[in-house]
């Protein structure tokens, strides 16, 4: 098969390979480095689907490249970086940004002492624990690209499960409010592409309406109005 | 050149837990360092649970029951004053982790749900789901990030160590985006380094990292390795990759079968058949393929895990992530064909040697170890299925604050122009080295002469050319040009250097097991099937010495279970 890379910086970008149809991309990404160019750059870890590490583009689509296999794409293949992420070699963007976002918008659990859990309590925030950090979601997302106040579906996923968890003490809400997921036009983009299908937009629906509940954000028709904290 | 008071390298479950307990006084401050970022850290394939003896599930469980599962299951192996320790301590890193919002699965009355795992007197397993090692990993993780006073070092590399011989000083890293060495000067050093069951590179669960860089840094250092030689061999790996399909396959009733068809268990273990243990299984496997009734040849052999007559229903209810690894990986829906499996390196039960479990430390001051990089040793010649997890857990917070406290009674050491030099000098020269060697063809044939040597069957023989090899390999590693002339994010570069820390191990590896004539656990002699007490209930210690190695034995603690068979 004929397989095009873009690189950063420049080197070579065309590749005829055989690979056995049920191989994935990383392994045919893996095979290009060891025998054809030791210097083309991209990451992997687990090759299982879990750790997150090694989304880029093929053929304009958003994979993990552990996860899919070569004859699911066709004879040509075009593989480039992730959208919407500095990049900084070939196919290994920046994702720093992922964590520093993680950090400002402080997601995480702060123990209560003394709570009660019970399986329902944990049905609700099951999927958005299943987040593998790999930024596809942001990547496709139309808002975030535009660099507005939006804390876009990566954040606002990973935020969710502290939200409904009876074990956290943190005011989250001002958190989210500050995330701003009233900003989403519900495009659906991050639910179509999210490789582990956790529905980003649909956890981000439940913000917008926990934040109506909570009389923070008021409904208006076809769209909200600030209320201000 | 910057100073921390502990700096922890390695971001997986072991250094996380360790780095949230050094910084529970907030004028410590820390440093996590991590090739990869936190997240990614092989923790998070960890699929099964963690083993606590909550009496959740059945009262009738205790501590000390899970401690003789557990010397039981190392075949005596294992120190057991620290196995008492280590499942004494289980419940309560349990419950903090849960505090710290694990998403823990819960019987119906809200408390935490434990299931049944291979060589387990009770159903002590907790667990979240299929996805035990991710949760916990992102948690603590989260953990670590609301902590003001713990700073990341994400996809730094470990170069070295600087010590005076006495103490541990600092780390030399290489930053792996920017090409450029630093030193972190450190009163306190932890290793959470992970293990290097990738010395199998074709055929190993983990993940592409876990090359044993920790562990192959501190012996260069002289710091010894402990019962590096037991490596744990897991029957269910997929056949091309070596992911691992769960246990559960053979627990939920799956069949193995040969290109005759037969259920071969019958052979080996024909009372518990599929269900024996995982070293009787694997063995079993590569008998049958050894005789010719696997399917396919040499490192890409194999036989069959046959899921079909669970019926559909059944395989999509208990076995989803199964179902969608063989589809996603081998290109099999067991639902409609049997999945091709063969053993493959899974956990190291070795590592750097211990030398006070409630402390974690090392023979170096200042320096300690954690996790898989270490051993303890509370998993003796076999590890049981779910005792990792709560192994990084239990002694990361002691390491952790073991490390704190250290680090409050001393000074930071002074550093010389010298030190600070030699990572830079070191990388200089492996830029400009010439040569003909591939790195691919190297690592590649280091894979087949541990796998097919030092693997699941050893004998004086194939240990001896297996360490002459590997030496070889060693020598050839020098010749291995870096193509990559690049500074930013070479990977070429580490690969290169993982590389000759997977030959450094392997060898080590291969030399250990040469000297241990008896079969124990996870180390099966041919020429020496019979586990030998007299000879070597004992820890084997390896040091490396310039280009030699040198090995000791150590007596192993036994302070409430004699040895006796191992059966089940
Ligand atoms: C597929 C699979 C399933 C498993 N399931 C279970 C289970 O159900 N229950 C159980 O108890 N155990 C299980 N285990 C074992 C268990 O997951 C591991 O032993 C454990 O997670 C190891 O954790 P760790 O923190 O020691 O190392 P890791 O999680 O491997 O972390 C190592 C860290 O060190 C860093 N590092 C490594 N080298 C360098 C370097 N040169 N410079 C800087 N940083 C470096 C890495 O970046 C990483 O952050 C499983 C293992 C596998 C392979
Ligand atoms: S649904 Fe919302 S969050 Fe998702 S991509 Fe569209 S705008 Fe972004
Ligand atoms: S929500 Fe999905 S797409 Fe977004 S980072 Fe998490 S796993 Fe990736
Ligand atoms: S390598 Fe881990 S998700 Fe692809």
Same mark, same amino acid.
């Given at each position: 098969?004929?397989?095009?890379?873009?690189?950063?910086?420049?080197?070579?970008?065309?590749?005829?390979?055989?690979?056995?149809?049920?191989?994935?991309?990383?392994?045919?990404?893996?095979?290009?480095?060891?025998?054809?160019?030791?210097?083309?750059?991209?990451?992997?870890?687990?090759?299982?689907?879990?750790?997150?590490?090694?989304?880029?583009?093929?053929?304009?689509?958003?994979?993990?490249?552990?996860?899919?296999?070569?004859?699911?794409?066709?004879?040509?293949?075009?593989?480039?970086?992730?959208?919407?992420?500095?990049?900084?070699?070939?196919?290994?963007?920046?994702?720093?940004?992922?964590?520093?976002?993680?950090?400002?918008?402080?997601?995480?659990?702060?123990?209560?002492?003394?709570?009660?859990?019970?399986?329902?309590?944990?049905?609700?925030?099951?999927?958005?624990?299943?987040?593998?950090?790999?930024?596809?979601?942001?990547?496709?997302?139309?808002?975030?690209?535009?660099?507005?106040?939006?804390?876009?579906?990566?954040?606002?996923?990973?935020?969710?499960?502290?939200?409904?968890?009876?074990?956290?003490?943190?005011?989250?809400?001002?958190?989210?409010?500050?995330?701003?997921?009233?900003?989403?036009?519900?495009?659906?983009?991050?639910?179509?592409?999210?490789?582990?299908?956790?529905?980003?937009?649909?956890?981000?629906?439940?913000?917008?309406?926990?934040?109506?509940?909570?009389?923070?954000?008021?409904?208006?028709?076809?769209?909200?109005?600030?209320?201000?904290? | 050149?910057?100073?921390?008071?502990?700096?922890?390298?390695? &971001?997986?479950?072991?250094?996380?837990?360790?780095? %949230?307990? *050094?910084?529970?006084?907030?004028?410590?401050?820390?440093?996590?360092?991590?090739?990869?970022?936190?997240?990614?850290?092989?923790?998070?394939?960890?699929?099964?649970?963690?083993?606590?003896?909550?009496?959740?599930?059945?009262?009738?469980?205790?501590?000390?029951?899970?401690?003789?599962?557990? %010397?039981?299951? *190392?075949?005596?192996?294992?120190?057991?004053? &620290?196995?008492?320790?280590?499942?004494?301590?289980?419940? #309560?890193?349990?419950?903090?982790?849960?505090?710290?919002?694990?998403?823990?699965?819960?019987?119906?009355?809200?408390? %935490? &749900?434990?299931?049944?795992?291979?060589?387990?007197?009770?159903?002590?397993?907790?667990?979240?789901?299929?996805?035990?090692?991710?949760?916990?990993?992102?948690?603590?993780?989260?953990?670590?990030?609301?902590?003001?006073?713990?700073?990341?070092?994400?996809?730094?590399?470990?170069?070295?160590?600087?010590?005076?011989?006495?103490?541990?000083?600092?780390?030399?890293?290489?930053?792996?985006?920017?090409?450029?060495?630093?030193?972190?000067?450190?009163?306190?050093?932890?290793?959470?380094?992970?293990?290097?069951?990738?010395?199998?590179?074709?055929?190993?669960?983990?993940?592409?990292?876990?090359?044993?860089?920790?562990?192959?840094?501190?012996?260069?250092?002289?710091?010894?390795?402990?019962?590096? #030689?037991?490596?744990?061999?897991?029957?269910?790996?997929?056949?091309?990759?070596?992911?691992?399909?769960?246990?559960?396959?053979?627990?939920?009733?799956?069949?193995?079968?040969?290109?005759?068809?037969?259920?071969?268990?019958?052979?080996?273990?024909?009372?518990?058949?599929?269900?024996?243990?995982?070293?009787?299984?694997?063995?079993?496997?590569?008998?049958?393929?050894?005789?010719?009734?696997?399917?396919?040849?040499?490192?890409?052999?194999?036989?069959?895990?046959?899921?079909?007559?669970?019926?559909?229903?059944?395989?999509?209810?208990?076995?989803?992530?199964?179902?969608?690894?063989?589809?996603?990986?081998?290109?099999?829906?067991?639902?409609?064909?049997?999945?091709?499996?063969?053993?493959?390196?899974?956990?190291?039960?070795?590592?750097?040697?211990?030398?006070?479990?409630?402390?974690?430390?090392?023979?170096?001051?200042?320096?300690?170890?954690?996790?898989?990089?270490?051993?303890?040793?509370?998993?003796?010649?076999?590890?049981?299925?779910?005792?990792?997890?709560?192994?990084?857990?239990?002694?990361?917070?002691?390491?952790?604050?073991?490390?704190?406290?250290?680090?409050?009674?001393?000074?930071?050491?002074? %550093?010389?122009?010298?030190?600070?030099?030699?990572?830079?000098?070191?990388?200089?020269?492996?830029?400009?080295?010439?040569?003909?060697?591939?790195?691919?063809?190297?690592?590649?044939?280091?894979?087949?002469?541990?796998?097919?040597?030092?693997?699941?069957?050893?004998?004086?023989?194939?240990?001896?050319?297996?360490?002459? #090899?590997?030496?070889?390999?060693?020598?050839?590693?020098?010749?291995?040009?870096?193509?990559?002339?690049?500074?930013?994010?070479?990977?070429?570069?580490?690969?290169?250097?993982?590389?000759?820390?997977?030959?450094?191990? &392997?060898?080590?590896?291969?030399?250990?097991?040469?000297?241990?004539?008896?079969?124990?656990?996870?180390?099966?002699?041919?020429?020496?099937?019979?586990?030998?007490?007299?000879?070597?209930?004992?820890?084997?210690?390896?040091?490396?010495?310039?280009?030699?190695?040198?090995?000791?034995?150590? #007596?192993?603690?036994?302070?409430?279970?004699?040895?006796?068979?191992?059966?089940?």
């Amino acid at each position: 098969m004929v397989v095009r890379i873009k690189r950063h910086p420049a080197g070579r970008e065309e590749f005829n390979v055989d690979m056995e149809p049920k191989a994935t991309l990383l392994e045919l990404l893996i095979k290009l480095k060891e025998e054809e160019d030791p210097t083309l750059t991209f990451r992997s870890m687990c090759r299982a689907g879990i750790c997150g590490t090694c989304a880029v583009k093929v053929n304009g689509k958003p994979v993990l490249a552990c996860s899919v296999r070569v004859e699911n794409l066709g004879e040509e293949l075009f593989i480039e970086p992730l959208e919407g992420y500095r990049i900084i070699k070939d196919l290994a963007v920046e994702h720093e940004t992922i964590y520093e976002r993680l950090r400002l918008a402080k997601v995480w659990l702060m123990p209560a002492q003394e709570y009660e859990v019970l399986p329902h309590h944990l049905e609700r925030v099951s999927r958005s624990h299943e987040c593998i950090l790999c930024g596809i979601c942001d990547s496709v997302c139309p808002v975030l690209q535009t660099g507005s106040s939006f804390g876009g579906p990566l954040v606002l996923t990973r935020l969710y499960k502290h939200l409904y968890d009876p074990r956290n003490i943190k005011q989250d809400l001002e958190n989210l409010f500050g995330l701003n997921p009233q900003l989403c036009t519900h495009c659906m983009n991050c639910s179509y592409a999210c490789p582990k299908r956790l529905m980003p937009e649909a956890h981000i629906r439940e913000e917008e309406l926990l934040l109506v509940d909570k009389g923070l954000l008021r409904k208006e028709s076809g769209g909200f109005e600030f209320l201000g904290f | 050149m910057r100073d921390y008071d502990v700096v922890v390298v390695g &971001a997986g479950g072991a250094g996380l837990r360790t780095a %949230i307990e *050094s910084a529970r006084d907030p004028s410590i401050r820390v440093a996590v360092v991590s090739k990869v970022y936190p997240t990614r850290s092989h923790t998070g394939a960890a699929q099964g649970g963690l083993n606590a003896a909550l009496g959740n599930a059945d009262p009738s469980d205790s501590p000390e029951a899970h401690a003789f599962d557990t %010397i039981k299951g *190392s075949d005596f192996l294992a120190d057991q004053d &620290a196995v008492y320790f280590m499942c004494q301590q289980a419940p #309560e890193v349990v419950y903090e982790l849960d505090r710290w919002g694990v998403p823990f699965s819960r019987l119906p009355d809200g408390r %935490i &749900a434990q299931r049944p795992f291979g060589g387990a007197s009770f159903p002590r397993t907790v667990f979240s789901a299929d996805r035990t090692g991710h949760v916990l990993l992102h948690t603590l993780f989260e953990q670590a990030l609301a902590r003001e006073n713990i700073d990341f070092f994400n996809e730094f590399f470990l170069l070295d160590l600087l010590h005076d011989g006495q103490r541990v000083k600092g780390v030399v890293l290489y930053d792996i985006k920017n090409g450029e060495v630093i030193t972190l000067r450190a009163k306190a050093v932890v290793l959470a380094t992970g293990g290097f069951a990738r010395i199998y590179w074709q055929r190993s669960t983990n993940a592409i990292g876990n090359t044993g860089d920790g562990v192959a840094v501190a012996f260069r250092n002289g710091i010894p390795l402990k019962d590096i #030689e037991f490596i744990q061999f897991h029957p269910t790996g997929l056949s091309k990759t070596g992911i691992l399909l769960s246990e559960a396959c053979r627990g939920e009733g799956g069949y193995l079968i040969n290109k005759l068809g037969e259920r071969f268990m019958q052979r080996y273990a024909p009372a518990k058949m599929e269900l024996a243990p995982r070293d009787m299984v694997s063995r079993a496997i590569e008998y049958e393929i050894r005789e010719g009734r696997g399917f396919g040849e040499g490192t890409s052999a194999y036989v069959l895990l046959d899921l079909r007559h669970l019926g559909e229903a059944k395989i999509k209810e208990r076995l989803p992530q199964v179902r969608q690894l063989a589809i996603d990986f081998e290109g099999v829906d067991p639902v409609y064909d049997p999945v091709p499996i063969r053993p493959t390196a899974h956990y190291c039960m070795g590592g750097i040697h211990i030398e006070n479990y409630k402390t974690s430390s090392t023979p170096l001051e200042g320096l300690y170890a954690v996790g898989e990089c270490a051993c303890v040793s509370v998993h003796g010649a076999n590890r049981l299925g779910g005792n990792s997890l709560i192994e990084l857990l239990v002694f990361g917070k002691f390491a952790g604050i073991s490390a704190r406290e250290y680090a409050k009674q001393v000074d930071f050491l002074p %550093i010389t122009q010298g030190e600070l030099r030699k990572g830079e000098e070191y990388i200089e020269k492996l830029f400009k080295r010439e040569g003909t060697e591939k790195l691919a063809d190297i690592r590649r044939r280091m894979g087949e002469i541990t796998w097919e040597k030092v693997g699941i069957f050893r004998d004086e023989k194939s240990l001896s050319s297996a360490y002459e #090899e590997l030496s070889e390999l060693l020598e050839r590693w020098e010749r291995i040009p870096v193509v990559d002339k690049s500074r930013i994010f070479n990977t070429n570069l580490i690969e290169l250097l993982e590389l000759r820390n997977m030959l450094e191990l &392997a060898r080590a590896v291969a030399f250990c097991a040469l000297h241990r004539r008896e079969s124990r656990g996870g180390h099966y002699r041919e020429d020496f099937p019979e586990r030998d007490d007299d000879n070597f209930l004992k820890h084997s210690l390896v040091w490396q010495d310039g280009d030699r190695l040198r090995l000791e034995y150590k #007596e192993v603690r036994i302070t409430h279970h004699q040895p006796a068979e191992r059966k089940y």
